[in-house]
């Protein structure tokens, strides 16, 4: 009885685990329209393997998903969960519970979290952990996130904070322990933030064990080392003071202390060049503090200090030295000491601090006696000169009492000339022009033409504007905020402001720019455009693109413009062969626009510059020689073959015999209608030409049939028997040949009757 009873169990169960296997199914359940589960289902209830999504009802997984919570389900519960938050970059791995509400047009989503950490999507950096009270977060699906939940989490500040590893390599300690307040974490609308400090009381500490600190709060950053050493970040993340030692060098806010094999010491600014291969000789700055952990050593010869250094002091083993700027390396050092001409602007001690010397811009004290004598001398030659230019200062009126013609001289001889021309209500002169050889051209401009690239006087001075130009002090050509700023090196910055008025401030205002560096002894140039935009605080500012250049090599010369990704024009070789077609420019680095000043002072990002271009790779046409033969064609960068290139040529020789052949029979055609048209008329159509007589129906069909190839014939006037033409591509013999020109004709009752070419 007992075996019975036991089959009879063992047969139950094994019914029971079948049908509990059958209900498990893989399937979909939606919550409306905009959110859905895929995965294990059991009676119609998520329970097993499956995916939570939060967005318009999809059958498919999408990238559009807002939201998205993965694992193994339980019902409502996840205890492995994967919940991803899109729209903040953000994912939490832990256990989550989440309710469903039904609300007007949609569910609500409560989700709680908790036994878990959030991490950055992308990096997959943990942000920070979520205890067992866990924090709530609240979620309309399928419209924008209304989210509600705060709580206290604990902050993993070591990793969480990407430069824990310049403060491990700063400290020179990977042991550390973390101390302060913990970090507030809060999701609210499209935001997300863990915040190190909310009050002044607030801050973290990250204490090694040897001694080094790290203090953050709300103020910024404080780095400290045993040694004195110290770095001091904003709030921001910008470095704002720094002590770093190498040795018995250091480095301190911008400055170098270094002693040298000889025992001379110094202590000031130098080149980054000496500490960063990059640095270009620029004045040491060290806006990245970032660069300061690749510094080992700085490996500095006495030899070289006048590479390198600019300002600063200069102790002598004898206890002699020198404070100021120092001179370029083009001097020579010939001994343990500077030679006199390597002082630019300072004072040179005895080692008891009595004055030896004093220099003033490379002069001593004698030579600047000197200097200043003649200094007086030119400026009373430029008093003098001034007086009798100014005397040559004039303005007029026109027949209506505006301004019409102006000239101003300033005290160094900056000269304002002002011309209008009142028959043909043109501006003829706009310029100021300074003595050193540079131009302003087109001040005060108030409105940009219309390619910003053909430039036209466009401004017109009222009495009012004419009043407000300052008249004892010259205009600086690099407060001009529009206008065109041309440099006697050659550089041209044209400024173009889109909006507002006379001397109007720029903010709110798009500025256009354009570019042009001329080189005079060859005619190369360089040639760029791009938009500076002011229009709101928090717009971006656009690089200035290369549109068009001209540059000489050895071998060939460039000459192109730009047309999307390309470069489309000609490359002329010094052997007298042409590539015709488009091309890639090679650029470089060196980027001579983006450290001018001037480029600078205005504020324009230039992308590249006439510098900057090193060659070319050729991209899709043909080279030709000096007769017109082709000999190399490029295709998507590569050139063809021999066999393709045969083909090329045998079709391209092909289409031109078929055009041929089209237009002989085209010619035919209007050949074969003499009786209908009469010969005069169909004789000069042939020719290209249009005669008066000639029938409207032989001038249309001419333009059908592309015997005149160039000519579009708009009608502009219907009078019923009589019409007016207008003509485009006509040259004024009345041939085909010149589009720039262009007129109209009269056709009175089917014939033309007038031409009116211009």
């Not at 110094?266 to 640095?279: C, M, N, Q, R, Y």
């Not at 490996?299 to 200069?314: H, R, S, V």
């Amino acid at each position: 009885m007992k075996k019975l009873l036991l089959t009879i169990l063992t047969l139950c169960i094994g019914t029971l685990s079948f049908t509990y296997a059958q209900k498990v199914k893989v399937t979909t359940i939606k919550y409306g329209n905009d959110a859905y589960y895929t995965g294990e289902v059991v009676k119609k209830s998520p329970m097993g393997t499956g995916k939570l999504f939060l967005n318009k009802y999809l059958t498919t997984v999408d990238t559009g998903n807002i939201l998205s919570l993965e694992g193994t389900f339980n019902g409502t519960t996840v205890s492995d969960a994967n919940f991803v938050l899109k729209t903040y970059n953000l994912k939490f791995k832990g256990e989550v519970s989440y309710t469903v509400e039904k609300e007007f047009l949609s569910r609500a989503f409560t989700f709680t979290l908790k036994n878990g950490s959030f991490y950055s999507l992308k990096e997959n950096r943990q942000l920070c952990a979520v205890g067992e009270s866990g924090i709530s977060i609240k979620i309309n699906s399928g419209y924008e996130f209304n989210v509600s939940g705060k709580g206290e989490v604990e902050s993993i500040p070591t990793l969480r904070e990407p430069k824990i590893k310049l403060m491990t390599q700063f400290a020179g300690s990977d042991n550390y322990t973390c101390k302060g307040s913990p970090a507030e974490f809060s999701i609210n609308n499209n935001n997300y933030n863990i915040s190190k400090k909310l009050f002044a009381n607030q801050s973290t500490t990250i204490q090694f064990d040897n001694g080094a600190t790290v203090t953050i709060d709300g103020n910024g950053e404080n780095w400290r080392r045993p040694n004195g050493d110290y770095l001091k970040i904003s709030s921001l993340g910008l470095l704002e003071e720094y002590k770093i030692t190498l040795g018995e060098d250091y480095l301190e806010n911008n400055k170098v202390s270094h002693k040298f094999s000889n025992g001379n010491k110094f202590f000031g600014t130098v080149a980054e060049s000496l500490i960063f291969p990059d640095g270009k000789d620029k004045e040491f700055t060290c806006p990245d503090y970032t660069k300061l952990f690749g510094i080992e050593s700085i490996n500095w010869e006495w030899k070289d200090f006048l590479k390198y250094a600019k300002n600063g002091t200069l102790t002598y083993s004898d206890g002699e030295y020198y404070e100021g700027l120092l001179k370029s390396d083009k001097e020579t050092i010939a001994d343990n000491k500077l030679p006199e001409s390597a002082y630019f602007t300072g004072t040179l001690y005895n080692a008891d601090k009595s004055k030896i010397q004093t220099y003033v811009r490379g002069m001593n004290e004698s030579q600047y006696a000197e200097y200043q004598k003649k200094q007086e001398e030119e400026k009373q030659r430029i008093a003098a000169e001034y007086a009798k230019e100014k005397a040559t200062d004039y303005f007029k009126f026109d027949n209506y009492g505006q301004i019409a013609e102006f000239k101003i001289t300033y005290p160094d001889l900056t000269k304002f000339i002002y011309r209008y021309d009142e028959k043909t209500n043109k501006v003829l002169e706009n310029t100021i022009y300074y003595p050193n050889g540079d131009v302003l051209d087109n001040p005060y401009i108030s409105a940009a033409t219309t390619t910003c690239t053909k430039y036209d006087y466009i401004f017109r001075f009222t009495n009012e504007d004419y009043k407000k130009i300052p008249k004892d002090k010259y205009p600086n050509i690099m407060s001009m905020t529009s206008g065109r700023h041309i440099f006697k090196d050659g550089l041209n910055i044209g400024l173009y402001q889109q909006g507002g008025n006379f001397i109007q401030e720029l903010v709110g205002h798009d500025i256009y720019v354009v570019i042009k560096e001329t080189k005079k002894l060859n005619g190369d140039y360089a040639y760029s455009e791009g938009w500076i935009l002011n229009r709101t605080k928090s717009a971006t500012e656009q690089p200035v693109i290369l549109k068009e250049i001209q540059k000489s090599f050895d071998e060939y010369v460039v000459n192109g413009k730009e047309n999307g990704s390309f470069f489309e024009g000609f490359i002329y070789y010094k052997n007298g062969n042409v590539f015709e077609g488009r091309f890639k420019l090679i650029c470089n680095s060196n980027n001579s626009l983006q450290n001018d000043s001037r480029v600078i002072a205005f504020g324009i990002n230039v992308e590249q510059s006439y510098d900057s271009l090193e060659g070319v790779a050729l991209y899709q046409g043909r080279v030709t020689t000096s007769t017109g033969k082709i000999i190399e064609i490029y295709k998507n960068g590569k050139k063809l073959d021999d066999f393709d290139f045969a083909q090329v040529i045998a079709e391209e020789e092909g289409k031109v015999r078929l055009a041929q052949q089209k237009r002989d029979e085209e010619r035919q055609k209007i050949a074969s209608m003499v009786e209908k048209y009469g010969k005069t008329n169909v004789d000069a159509l042939l020719r290209g030409k249009i005669i008066v007589g000639m029938p409207q129906e032989l001038l249309v069909k001419g333009v059908e049939l592309r015997i005149l190839p160039y000519l579009a014939i708009p009608l502009s006037i219907d009078h019923g028997r009589s019409k007016c033409y207008d003509l485009y591509g006509i040259g004024s013999d009345g041939n085909l040949f010149n589009p720039e020109n262009k007129g109209y004709i009269w056709i009175t009752d089917g014939k033309v009757s007038s031409i009116t070419l211009y």
